[in-house]
Each structure stands twice: as C-alpha cells, then as structure tokens.
C-alpha cells in the first residue's frame, strides 16, 4: 500500500513538470479568432487574463483617507 502512494505521488509529480507549449488535443483545433482580430489567439494568449478580467489592486483607499464632510440628506428613518 505505501509503495502504491509512493508511486502515485512521484506520477503525480512528474506530470506536473510538463514546460512546452499548450497544443489542443489531437482532432481539435484553437477557437476561432474574435470579430476583428488580426490573428488566432495562441494557447498561451488564451489562458492569460485580461486587465479587465484580472485588475490591478489600489490600496490608495487605505493609506490615503479623508474625515467625510457632512452629508445635510442624511436623515434618520421614519
């Protein structure tokens, strides 16, 4: 039993250390490329985040804070 996890745990970590480049399956091919794009994404281009989707984080708000003016429509409730 033990040499059984021993084997699954070195399998594991030598199918971890694949370093080329990503190519579909065989028989499939890369999506098409999007309405207006000049060329086919690359499989690489495909996994990357975009800024939009991945934006960058502003800590300004922490490091940069204001005491609030009075706000004359902040009323209590009814």
């Known amino acids: 039993m033990k040499r059984l996890a021993v084997l699954g745990s070195l ?5 971890c250390g694949r370093a080329h480049m990503l190519q579909p ?6 999506p098409p ?3 207006g794009a000049d060329s086919e994404p690359t ?3 495909l996994i990357t985040p975009s800024v939009q989707a991945r934006p960058a984080r ?3 708000l922490l ?5 609030r003016r009075s706000d004359q429509f902040d009323l209590p409730p009814r």
């Open 25 to 30: 399956a065989k028989g499939d091919s890369l």
């Open 43 to 45: 499989g690489n281009q």
């Open 11 to 15: 399998l594991l970590l030598a199918a």
């Open 58 to 60: 502003g800590d300004e």
């Open 63 to 67: 490091t940069n804070s204001q005491d």
């Open 33 to 35: 490329a999007p309405y």
